[in-house]
């Protein structure tokens, strides 16, 4: 089964919101598909759960307020706020999502590999078969 795009109803629900903003949140969901295939493309079955965690965040905060005071007015905002953003946590969901992200080895050896020396083994030290008592060689 392949990515389905979150529908706005779907962001609706997430969100516990009884009534949605359509064009809004269709323009949200699509702006963070794009976002999230900025880290893995195609996107992969699952992926429409950090859609809608990227999308949802840019819906309920579009300026990503973090500190807000109603008495004389005080509001904090991080730097470069506003927009869409994807986490660290987004990030390695989706690459774990799309089978990545893990722990690798690569082996460059080939299959055809032979385990058997191909140069003559008595060459490799530039002495002969037989050395001479004393030497310190075998």
Same mark, same amino acid.
């Given at each position: 089964?392949?990515?389905? *795009?979150?529908? /706005? ?6 969100? #516990? $919101?009884?009534?949605?903003?359509? &064009?809004?949140?269709? !323009? ?43 008495? *004389?007015?005080? /509001? ?6 506003? #927009? $869409?953003?994807?986490?660290?946590? &987004?990030?390695?969901? !989706? ?44």
């Amino acid at each position: 089964m392949a990515f389905i *795009p979150p529908t /706005v109803e779907q962001l609706g629900l997430f969100l #516990g $919101l009884d009534e949605i903003d359509g &064009d809004r949140a269709d !323009l949200l969901i699509s702006t963070a598909i794009s976002l999230c295939q900025t880290v893995v493309k195609p996107l992969p079955e699952g992926a429409e759960a950090v859609v809608l965690s990227v999308a949802g965040r840019a819906y309920v905060n579009p300026q990503q307020v973090s500190y807000e005071t109603i008495g *004389p007015m005080s /509001v904090q905002r991080p730097s470069g706020s506003g #927009g $869409l953003y994807l986490t660290k946590s &987004d990030k390695s969901a !989706l690459k774990s999502l799309a089978g990545r992200g893990g722990a690798f080895t690569v082996d460059p050896t080939p299959a055809t590999a032979d385990p058997t020396p191909t140069w003559p083994v008595e060459s490799v030290l530039g002495f002969p078969e037989e050395y001479e008592p004393g030497w310190g060689y075998l």
